[in-house]
């Protein structure tokens, strides 16, 4: 089946159905179909008319071709339909716009294909349309799965979900959102998700637009998402290796980039040689005698065993255990007390 072609009819059958030159004119600016979506105002200068007098065309024409829809009339529209909803069905029910005609078409539309597939959603009974703004991108959905204002419920359901865990800005697996949702599949929460403009996703994790750990903008935001994924310490040359072989749009960095971002950043710990973590996960700047001074002071007057203070050491740094030794050899900073217990000079 040509679909480009079936389109065309059922957008030649529709207008077929406006009898006024002028109002085939308003629809075909109003939707893009020339190519260029023109506003009310523009329209109106063109026609030497109100800008209010073009909306309330406008509505009446649509009124009149989604009757028209209802009732069987326009010749060409139920193959389109039929393409539409059938594509659909496989996206989730609901897809933006871009993303369903690259589909059917089988190549990224252009400004008036979108157009096209916006103007017959917007006829058909079978279909509804959920316009772009600040927070939606422009979305077809099947119409039994409802309409422009249920779709937005459905987003802004999903983000606030997201948004529980903004104060942590841990990502949101579709398995996770499925237990606290009633969808038939995690694919239909994704197929949604995709609606939002305020949502991001990166390996399969869901967060909100802004979070570094499902849109990492720059090299130091790339660094946290590895070594967030990897959940160990990581050497800089490894980190590199793993930014380089990642879905990252921009992944082409030096091993020295890598290095002196995680220089610059508080959220990256120097815990060995050229081995980082994250500083959320316990481990501490700093010399190995710097922490043994800091866990001793902590001990208080009592001080600590030897095998307490080198297991206390390797929770926060990634060093042998006898370089934790030797350092406590160090008579000017630490101090033997009893038979194998220390505590700061």
């Given at each position: 089946m040509d679909c480009a072609k079936t389109i065309n009819e059922a957008i030649k059958s529709s207008l077929a159905i406006i009898e006024q030159e002028r109002?085939?004119?308003?629809?075909?600016?109003?939707?893009?179909?020339?190519?260029?979506?023109?506003?009310?105002?523009?329209?109106?200068?063109?026609?030497?008319?109100?800008?209010?007098?073009?909306?309330?065309?406008?509505?009446?024409?649509?009124?009149?071709?989604?009757?028209?829809?209802?009732?069987?009339?326009?010749?060409?529209?139920?193959?389109?339909?039929?393409?539409?909803?059938?594509?659909?069905?496989?996206?989730?029910?609901?897809a933006r716009t871009t993303s369903l005609a690259t589909k059917i078409l089988g190549h990224t539309p252009s400004e008036k294909e979108k157009a096209e597939f916006n103007f017959l959603a917007e006829i058909s009974p079978l279909l509804s349309v959920l316009n772009e703004n600040d927070k939606y991108y422009n979305a077809i959905g099947i119409a039994e799965y409802g309409?422009?204002?249920?779709?937005?419920?459905?987003?802004?359901?999903?983000?606030?979900?997201?948004?529980?865990?903004?104060?942590?800005?841990?990502?949101?697996?579709?398995?996770?959102?499925?237990?606290?949702?009633?969808y038939e599949h995690?694919?239909?929460?994704?197929?949604?998700?995709?609606?939002?403009?305020q949502l991001a996703s990166f390996n399969n994790q869901w967060g909100l637009a802004k979070w570094p750990t499902v849109n990492p903008?720059?090299?130091?935001?790339?660094?946290?998402?590895?070594?967030?994924?990897?959940?160990?310490?990581m050497h800089f040359s490894e980190i590199a290796q793993a930014i380089g072989s990642s879905d990252f749009r921009r992944k082409n960095v030096t091993v020295q980039a890598i290095h002196n971002e995680l220089i610059k950043d508080s959220r990256f710990v120097l815990i060995g040689r050229g081995i980082y973590a994250l500083d959320s996960w316990g481990f501490e700047k700093g010399t190995v005698s710097?922490?043994?001074?800091?866990?001793?002071?902590?001990?208080?007057?009592?001080?600590m065993s030897r095998k307490d203070i080198v297991k206390h050491v390797l929770e926060k740094?990634?060093?042998?255990?006898?370089?934790?030794?030797?350092?406590?050899q160090n008579k000017k900073l630490f101090k033997r007390v009893g038979k194998d217990h220390f505590v700061n000079a």
């Open positions: 109002e085939i004119e308003i629809i075909s600016r109003r939707f893009g179909l020339n190519g260029h979506k023109e506003t009310l105002e523009q329209i109106g200068e063109m026609l030497a008319i109100t800008r209010e007098r073009v909306r309330q065309l406008e509505k009446a024409i649509l009124i009149r071709l989604r009757i028209a829809a209802e009732e069987d009339k326009i010749a060409g529209l139920a193959p389109a339909e039929k393409i539409f909803v059938r594509n659909l069905s496989e996206m989730g029910r609901v309409d422009e204002k249920a779709l937005k419920g459905k987003v802004d359901k999903i983000v606030n979900l997201i948004k529980e865990n903004s104060s942590t800005q841990q990502p949101v697996s579709l398995e996770e959102l499925d237990e606290k949702l009633t995690p694919s239909y929460i994704e197929a949604v998700a995709r609606l939002s403009k903008k720059n090299i130091r935001d790339k660094i946290y998402v590895v070594l967030e994924e990897n959940h160990k310490p710097e922490i043994i001074t800091r866990i001793l002071k902590d001990a208080g007057e009592e001080g740094r990634k060093v042998k255990e006898t370089t934790v030794l030797l350092n406590l």
